[in-house]
């Protein structure tokens, strides 16, 4: 199983981990209940994020200037079939993603360990609660919105959704009130 800052096959899918980390048949939700190895991925990630983009950036420059021209006069050839980017077209798309993906999973990385660490049992004042949100154990936002449509969410998926959720209720200026463990296997 890939990482979950997976630039393979999440390329250009916005918002979302690899779908090995979500399918209840492999084990990426199992492991990602387990605090030492979220701990351990939260770590990994960042020794690995200050470098990766710089990397990354280094290698499709590389490709750029090694093979852009054959790339692009191939390209040319097979144009009867419709117009074909550039590979620069392609740099450029490569960097896009980065800039867009890198802030998203350096947020849903660190969720990760709220989600393990973040046990507050305190009870929110009555009417605070202006929204709710349900993360699955692997970080992913599985529901967001009014208390009312979370409790028919947490009914309606009780049985469907095996695992062990988390659930927050938000404050009017976005402060988590409080944070529970729900649907436990």
């Known amino acids: 199983m890939g990482p979950l800052w997976d ?42 994020r200050p470098l990766l983009q710089e990397r990354v950036k280094a290698v499709v420059d590389s490709l750029c200037t090694n093979y852009g021209e054959a790339v692009d006069s191939s390209r040319v050839l097979a144009a009867r079939w419709g117009a074909l980017p550039t590979i620069a077209d392609n740099a450029k ?12 999973l350096d947020e849903h990385i660190e969720n990760l360990l709220v989600v393990q660490s973040d046990s507050s049992m305190t009870a929110a004042p009555m009417g605070a609660v202006q929204r709710m949100k349900v993360y699955a154990a692997d970080g992913r936002l599985c529901f967001e919105g009014t208390p009312d449509a979370c409790a028919k969410w947490v009914r309606a998926t009780q049985t469907s959704v095996p695992g062990a959720y ?11 009130l409080r944070t529970e463990e729900v649907m436990k296997r």
């Open 7 to 48: 630039f393979d096959s999440t390329f250009k899918r916005s918002g979302e981990w690899a779908s090995v980390h979500r399918i209840q048949q492999f084990y990426g939700a199992a492991c990602f209940s387990r605090p030492e190895l979220v701990q351990e991925y939260v770590d990994l990630w960042r020794e690995v």
């Open 93 to 104: 798309a490569v960097e896009d993603w980065f800039a867009e993906r890198i802030p998203w």
């Open 166 to 176: 988390i659930l927050r209720s938000i404050g009017r200026n976005g402060e988590v």
